[in-house]
């Protein structure tokens, strides 16, 4: 497989990983309390994953040569945003 078909791969992955991202806000609408909450910050770290990824691969003019250090900075955060998340799941267990 050469690098330009290799490149049009990742990046249909990468819409297809936010449309599923998209997906899961759509099936977590309407809990509410606390699972509500956990879900929906589970949720938003996936699309922040998603997003990264799709950056990362379109090569945004807007980053540059940063692109990979912005990349490692949004996926941070999603991952901050999962920790939250799953640490919600602590206040089911109570």
Same mark, same amino acid.
Not at 79 to 86: A, K, S
């Given at each position: 497989?050469?690098?330009?078909?290799?490149?049009? !791969?990742? /990046?249909? *992955?990468? %819409?297809? *990983?936010?449309?599923?991202? !998209?997906?899961?806000?759509?099936? #977590?609408?309407? &809990? $509410?309390? #606390?699972? $509500?909450?956990? *879900?929906? *910050? @589970?949720?938003? $770290?996936?699309?922040? /994953?998603?997003?990264?990824? /799709? @950056?990362?691969?379109?090569?945004?003019? !807007? &980053?540059?040569?940063?692109?990979?250090?912005?990349?490692?900075? !949004? #996926? /941070?955060? $999603?991952?901050? #945003?999962?920790?939250?998340? %799953?640490?919600?799941?602590?206040?089911?267990?109570?």
């Amino acid at each position: 497989m050469d690098a330009a078909t290799s490149n049009t !791969i990742n /990046l249909i *992955l990468d %819409f297809v *990983l936010v449309a599923a991202s !998209i997906w899961m806000v759509i099936a #977590v609408r309407g &809990v $509410g309390g #606390v699972v $509500g909450r956990t *879900l929906n *910050l @589970i949720v938003a $770290g996936a699309i922040i /994953l998603g997003v990264a990824h /799709l @950056i990362n691969d379109i090569d945004a003019p !807007i &980053v540059g040569p940063y692109n990979a250090l912005v990349h490692r900075i !949004i #996926v /941070l955060i $999603g991952f901050v #945003v999962l920790i939250v998340g %799953f640490r919600q799941i602590r206040v089911l267990t109570r």
